[in-house]
């Protein structure tokens, strides 16, 4: 992981808990994933949401296989340890015991930063009493330094031109013990692992290990305060610089006067007194004329790098009562040279504006958003901050500028699941109601289908006692249903083939009929046009045969009659009279319209000639 911190994707719930409170919006919530995204750049490593996330998502680069690199090499590797870790290890009954558990890692020395924070506190006492009308905001904490770079660019030669007291110690350590010394910090700040990567030669520090990842490295070597000795912390020694982790402690240190009538100077510690003062002091910096001493993390107390559920002001306690022990046996003479031997190494430090605040959208965008919210008349500083915005209007912002969703705004999202809790029922109550409709309709579907049924099995069984040749084919003339009359037409192969499949069903019309014939399905099938009585002649008889659609374009019937067959012989010629019976009596009619003459007694004649017919037939 190159990044600080990076969220898990597999185990993020979507909760934006580390969206509200991510000091700078450093946070991506987008609609297209359902995790939050981590934005390096933006980021000022304060692992704010390190701490409050409900599922442990968030995690943050190791440096632990770095460190035990280090500890491997040929080289000497030294530990610089936060003076905070007396108030992190209040398990261990003496100090002298994790400075043994930290040499049984593997480190050659192991110092005190206590010495660095005298250093710096020296300079600090220096720069603020030669006061020349420019106010200061101290940059011992890196995510306050981060926090001035990123995001208010214009106070970046406001921040004190001075190295943190990390830095100091690792030029101390490499004037002390060989520019070849790696060295490596234990702290309780996440953000040290960006801070060291500003200083190269000199101040270089190879490595940081969080009180957190010390305590892994503990647990993974079995080092237990039991299993080792005393041991002291190597030279240099530092002095009042053990109360550093106070907030106030590096003024005390060289008694920086924060009295307050007579001071200049305010301190500000916590996450949102920090983010406030930073505020203020930028835009009423003449009002204020004060200096700032900050810290994100209540001094270096409560680091994001410390072990979760540690008690503030028992841990302020321990590093007084720490600082207290050691100041009883304290050589001062000693301490002195070693101040005058490092004193002049130089500990300035250089800042660089990395402006990452968001262009503004336009406005139309950021009302669009509002509207959307239902909160377009709301005022411009207003909001409830449950999406972790400070107002509607600045959640409008990141929503316009991509950083956000809509369904971060609680109140949208509670109006939504009302609106689809409504939308719900009604649909609920409508798929009820379909429900039944569909029930009677399968229950009249099931009505209609046994009729159906029945209806099928009466017209199946009068195909059956049809004189006449009956057949159905779909549109690749395919036998769909035949009677038995159509078989017995087509000869004994066709009687045989009945018997294995019933009604030919399947077989291809275009093998049964001669051309002639199934030239007239052809044409009726792809014309979509009846054909009615076409006389055809085939095996010594004459057929009379009619082609109709039955379905267009997918299925066609047929029936044939046999002409010389006794039933339809009288049938066809009693037909056909009629037929000029009824020619002819139209003719009539029509004459003695013209004529004015009846036409009874042609009717009459013409009924006796169809009469004398049938009565010879049953003679």
């Known amino acids: 992981m190159d ?7 597999k185990t993020c719930i979507n909760c934006y808990a580390c969206v509200r409170v991510c000091p700078v919006k450093a946070i991506e919530v987008t609609a297209e994933k359902n995790y939050a995204v981590i934005l390096p750049d933006r980021c000022i490593g304060c692992g704010s949401c390190l701490n409050i996330c409900p599922v442990s998502a968030i995690n943050y680069r190791s440096s632990k296989e770095e460190v035990k690199e280090l500890i491997k090499s040929n080289h000497k590797v030294a530990a610089i340890v936060a003076p905070s870790i007396s108030g992190e290890f209040v398990d261990i009954t003496d100090y002298r015991k994790f400075v043994e558990m930290i040499r049984t890692l593997g480190f050659e020395y192991v110092c005190e930063v206590t010495f660095g924070v005298d250093l710096v506190a020296r300079e600090y006492k220096k720069l603020l009493e030669n006061f020349k009308g420019k106010y200061f905001i101290s940059a011992n904490c890196p995510v306050v330094v981060s926090l001035v770079e990123k995001y208010h660019p214009e106070l970046v030669n406001n921040l004190a031109p001075i190295a943190s007291p990390m830095i100091a110690t690792a030029k101390v350590m490499h004037k002390h013990y060989g520019n070849d010394t790696k060295v490596v910090y234990i702290g309780p700040c996440i953000q040290n692992k960006e801070e060291i990567k500003r200083y190269n030669d000199e101040a270089k520090i190879d490595a940081v290990l969080t009180f957190t990842e010390l305590r ?32 106030n402690g590096l003024l005390q240190c060289v008694d920086i006067d924060e009295h307050l009538l007579t001071g200049n100077i305010i301190n500000a510690s916590g996450r949102s007194n920090v983010l406030d ?26 680091g994001p790098g410390t072990s979760k559920g540690g008690q503030k ?40 504006a990395n402006d990452q605040r968001l262009s503004t959208p336009p406005e139309d965008k950021i009302q669009e958003v509002l509207k959307v919210i239902g909160k377009a008349n709301m005022g411009k500083d207003s909001g409830c901050e449950a999406c972790g ?14 950083f956000a969703h809509t369904d971060m705004c609680l109140n949208f999202t509670l109006k939504n699941r009302y609106e689809y809790i409504k939308t719900l029922r009604a649909t609920n109550d409508k ?64 009687v ?72 339809v012989r009288k049938e066809e010629v009693i037909k056909r009279v009629t037929d000029v019976i009824d020619k002819n009596l139209a003719m009539v009619q029509k004459i003695g319209f013209l004529l004015g003459e009846g036409a009874s007694e042609t009717e009459q004649m013409l009924n006796s000639i169809i009469k004398s017919y049938k009565d010879g037939d049953k003679g």
């Open 3 to 9: 990044q600080l911190f990076k969220i898990d994707e």
């Open 216 to 247: 892994e490295l503990f647990s993974e070597f079995n080092i237990k305060e039991a299993k080792v000795e005393y041991s002291e912390f190597d030279e240099p020694i530092g002095y009042k610089g053990s109360i550093y982790p106070i907030s």
């Open 277 to 302: 003062a930073i505020k203020q002091f930028e835009s009423h910096t003449e009002t204020i004329s004060r200096h700032f001493n900050a810290f994100y993390c209540q001094g270096c107390l409560m």
């Open 313 to 352: 002001f028992i841990r302020r306690t321990m590093v007084v009562n720490y600082a207290n022990k050691r100041l009883k046996s304290f050589n001062q003479k000693k301490w002195e040279e070693s101040i005058a031997n490092h004193e002049g190494n130089g500990f300035n430090a250089v800042f660089i």
């Open 389 to 402: 915005y400070s107002s509607c209007r600045d959640f409008a912002v990141a929503v316009s500028s991509g």
């Open 431 to 494: 798929l009820a109601k379909t429900q039944e409709m569909l029930r009677e309709s399968e229950k009249k579907a099931r009505e209609e289908q046994d009729i159906a049924h029945e209806a099928s099995e009466t017209i199946t069984t009068m195909l059956k006692k049809l004189p006449s040749a009956v057949v159905l084919a779909d549109k690749k003339l395919k036998i769909m249903q035949s009677n038995q009359s159509f078989i017995d037409l087509l000869g004994d192969d066709a």
């Open 496 to 567: 045989e083939i009945n018997d294995i499949i019933p009604g030919l069903v399947g077989a291809d019309l275009k093998s049964l009929l001669p051309y002639n014939i199934y030239n007239l399905f052809s044409y009726v099938i792809q014309n979509n046009e009846d054909i009615h009585n076409k006389d055809i002649h085939y095996k010594d008889s004459l057929y009379n045969i009619s082609v109709f659609i039955i379905r267009k374009g997918s299925v066609v019937g047929a029936v044939i009659r046999d002409m010389y067959a006794p039933e």
